[in-house]
């Protein structure tokens, strides 16, 4: 079946840190690829996405490429912030209606 | 703008009682779906509707029923509480057509523990 695998948290850093979250696939096709973020006390939301190889989602400073000869996703920030302390879901959706999530990684910023 | 509402937020229950948690969209979408959120699990899905009258199951639907009368509201039933219930649930919803690539938008979540 389908899967996602991401880095084990939780992740702490330092303000102004480069971020990378890992994120790998398994699936029968050619799936669209996801990052959701889930801050403090409130629901999942997209944060970017990806839905053929090579394409590179961008979002406030975050990005992630779809790499499809490394089944990979990977998420990275060049330089965080307090504020993008989070759980950060990792998620791919192929053909059907369902959505498969990654575990989740919890990170924290330090100021 | 509202979105997705989810009502209650917090719910303490006893094994064996029943409640409704209740999901709401005035976005009229029309996919909706409920997921559980477990520690080290990721979200997993319950059950899941493509419009009124339509519903499925998901991964985990054992213990819950759904039903779909209205474009708006999804409510998910749970008929006999269990401690293995014990999780924060999520409804998400988004419009039809978007399957392969479209955005899911969630509401706040439930927090329900089961004693």
């Known amino acids: 079946g389908n899967s996602v695998t991401q880095m084990e948290g939780p992740v702490t850093l330092s303000e102004e840190a480069f971020l990378t979250i890992n994120c790998t696939y398994t699936a029968t096709g050619y799936p669209s690829l996801f990052w959701y973020v889930q801050y403090p006390g409130e629901g999942l939301q997209l944060l970017l996405k990806?839905?053929?190889?090579?394409d590179k989602g961008s979002n406030k400073g975050f990005e992630a490429t779809y790499r499809k000869e490394t089944t990979s996703f990977h998420l990275e920030k060049g330089s965080v912030q307090v504020s993008d302390s989070a759980v950060y879901f990792c998620?791919?959706?192929?053909?059907?209606?369902?959505?498969?999530f990654g575990t989740g990684t919890r990170l924290t910023i330090i100021p | 703008n509202a979105g997705v509402t989810q009502t209650p937020k917090f719910q303490v229950l006893k094994t064996g009682q029943s409640m409704t948690l209740q999901c709401a969209q005035d976005?009229?979408?029309?996919?909706m779906s409920w997921y559980r959120q477990d520690p080290g699990m990721g979200l997993r899905l319950i059950h899941y509707?493509?419009?009124?009258?339509?519903?499925d199951q998901g991964e985990v639907p054992n213990g819950y029923n759904v039903s779909r009368s209205t474009t708006e509201d999804f409510p998910l039933r749970l008929l006999s509480a269990a401690p293995s219930q014990t999780s924060v649930y999520f409804c998400?919803?988004?419009?039809?057509?978007?399957?392969?690539?479209?955005?899911?938008?969630f509401g706040e979540g439930s927090r329900l523990t089961v004693l």
């Open positions: 998620a791919l959706r192929l053909g059907n209606e369902k959505l498969t």
């Open positions: 509707s493509v419009g009124a009258g339509i519903t």
């Open positions: 998400a919803s988004r419009p039809a057509g978007t399957g392969l690539t479209g955005e899911l938008f």
């Open positions: 976005m009229n979408h029309e996919y």
């Open positions: 990806a839905t053929k190889a090579d």
